[in-house]
C-alpha cells in the first residue's frame, strides 16, 4: 500500500529539503498545511490562509487576532479547574459566545470548570452531565442542572 508520505510527494505538498521558511520572508500570508496521521494510510488534511505574526516575523498563523492561538483568557476569581481557558479561547478565536437565554448542555462536566464559565461568566442554564459531582459551588448554583 502506498503511505501517507509518498501521496504528499505525488501531489507535489510535501517538499523535501527545500526551505519554504527562506521563501515566505517576502510575503505577508502563507498556507499552513496540517496533518493529522491516523495510521501510516490514513490521515486527515488540512490547508489554511495565515498571516505573519509580528512577535515572531518567520512565523505565520491563521488566526491573526491571536497569534500562535496565545489568547488572553485568564479570570482572577476562583474557578473550579484551569480548563476553563479552552472554552475562553474556543469563543474569543470563533468569535463567538452563549447569551443568558441559551441552554448549554456541558458533557464531562466534572469538576466544573467549563459550567462555572457558562454559568457565572455568560449567565447560561447549564445542564452539567458527569458520573462525578462537580464542585461545591457549582452543584449549588441555581443556574446549573447536575445529571
Same mark, same amino acid.
Given at each position: 500500500?502506498e ?7 505525488k ?5 523535501p529539503g527545500?526551505?519554504?521558511?527562506s521563501e515566505?520572508?517576502?510575503?505577508e500570508t502563507?498556507?499552513l498545511?496540517?496533518?493529522l496521521?491516523f495510521?501510516e494510510?490514513?490521515?486527515a488534511v488540512?490547508?489554511s ?6 512577535e515572531?516575523p ?9 497569534p500562535?492561538?496565545?489568547a ?9 479547574s484551569s480548563a476553563y ?6 469563543f ?6 452563549p447569551s443568558? #437565554?441559551?441552554t %448549554? &448542555?456541558?458533557?464531562?462536566? +466534572? @469538576?466544573?470548570g467549563?459550567t462555572?464559565v457558562?454559568a457565572? *461568566?455568560? #449567565?447560561c442554564r %447549564? &445542564?452539567?452531565?458527569?458520573? +462525578? @459531582?462537580l464542585?461545591a459551588?457549582?452543584m449549588?448554583?441555581l *443556574?446549573?442542572?447536575f445529571?
Amino acid at each position: 500500500a502506498e503511505s501517507v508520505t509518498d501521496r504528499l510527494k505525488k501531489k507535489k505538498l510535501l517538499f523535501p529539503g527545500k526551505n519554504i521558511e527562506s521563501e515566505q520572508k517576502e510575503e505577508e500570508t502563507s498556507l499552513l498545511l496540517q496533518i493529522l496521521l491516523f495510521s501510516e494510510n490514513v490521515a486527515a488534511v488540512s490547508l489554511s490562509q495565515s498571516r505573519r505574526v509580528p512577535e515572531f516575523p518567520t512565523r505565520f498563523w491563521p488566526n491573526a487576532c491571536y497569534p500562535m492561538g496565545l489568547a488572553k483568557v485568564d479570570i482572577k476569581s476562583e474557578m473550579p479547574s484551569s480548563a476553563y481557558r479552552k472554552l475562553l479561547e474556543a469563543f474569543a478565536c470563533w468569535g463567538i459566545s452563549p447569551s443568558p #437565554q441559551d441552554t %448549554v &448542555v456541558d458533557l464531562g462536566a +466534572s @469538576p466544573g470548570g467549563w459550567t462555572a464559565v457558562l454559568a457565572q *461568566l455568560y #449567565q447560561c442554564r %447549564v &445542564v452539567a452531565v458527569d458520573r +462525578s @459531582p462537580l464542585n461545591a459551588r457549582m452543584m449549588n448554583n441555581l *443556574l446549573v442542572t447536575f445529571v
